[in-house]
């Protein structure tokens, strides 16, 4: 973690949408406390990223191929403590806040008014601080924030990580084989994965899982 006399916070802006990424590194570069020293274009290549580079903000988007940025932050939260991390979202939902909050991020910033709550958000996340979009502070929001301060239990996840892995490819269009080859396990484990999320969620289909898939935020529609 930078010290306020050791130069401006380094960022890892990651965003599959290029226009974005340079419209987020105009607003960030333009602070003098503030610095994008790497982009990149989905949440695994963001990972790679931030395992060999000195950083100390990741702001991710949430829905990106192959790694959504929520995977991308619980991930980077095993291997990088110390990264403080940022979600990017053109979707305005609480569970999108809590789900960033379990991931390890300091919360989230609607693209829509990025212009205005970015910044702040920024030094709050650096700050070690969770950061609450004008408006959005719910009775429900504040009761998740106290639990999670005072170490209360937190609501449990529908499905696990695995299969959100696996839900994410499926609604995406791959195979089980070419989910098998990403994800360094056979077809067959893919299929029971797939029967698993089918019963747990209480879906017919891959149209039925897809249609789930975003909306959880998995994939764009």
């Known amino acids: 973690m930078s010290q306020p006399d050791a130069g401006p916070a380094r960022i890892l802006l990651a965003d599959d949408h290029t226009l974005v990424r340079r419209g987020v590194r105009l607003i960030l570069d333009a602070e003098p406390d503030l610095t994008v020293v790497a982009e990149a274009a989905d949440g695994a290549e963001a990972v790679a990223q931030a395992r060999g580079l000195d950083l100390d903000l990741a702001v991710l988007d949430i829905s ?53 709550d970015l910044v702040e958000a920024c030094r709050a996340a650096l700050r070690d601080e969770p950061f609450i979009y004008p408006g959005a502070e719910t009775t429900l929001i504040r009761t998740y924030l106290d639990r999670a301060r005072s170490g209360g239990p937190l609501p449990e996840r529908a499905i696990t990580e695995r299969e959100e892995e696996i839900l994410k490819l499926v609604a995406e269009g791959h195979s089980s084989k070419e989910i098998g080859d990403l994800l360094v396990i056979s077809p067959k484990t893919v299929e029971r994965h797939r029967a698993n999320l089918l019963q747990k969620l209480g879906l017919r289909d891959r149209l039925e899982l897809t249609r789930y898939a975003i909306r959880v935020g998995l994939i764009e529609p």
Do not use: C, H, W
């Open 64 to 116: 990106m191929p192959r790694r959504t940025g929520l995977q991308a932050a619980r991930e980077l939260a095993r291997i990088r403590p110390d990264l403080r991390i940022l979600m990017l979202t053109m979707y305005d939902n609480e569970q999108y806040f809590f789900e960033a909050l379990r991931a390890g991020a300091s919360g989230y910033v609607l693209k829509s008014v990025a212009d205005r």
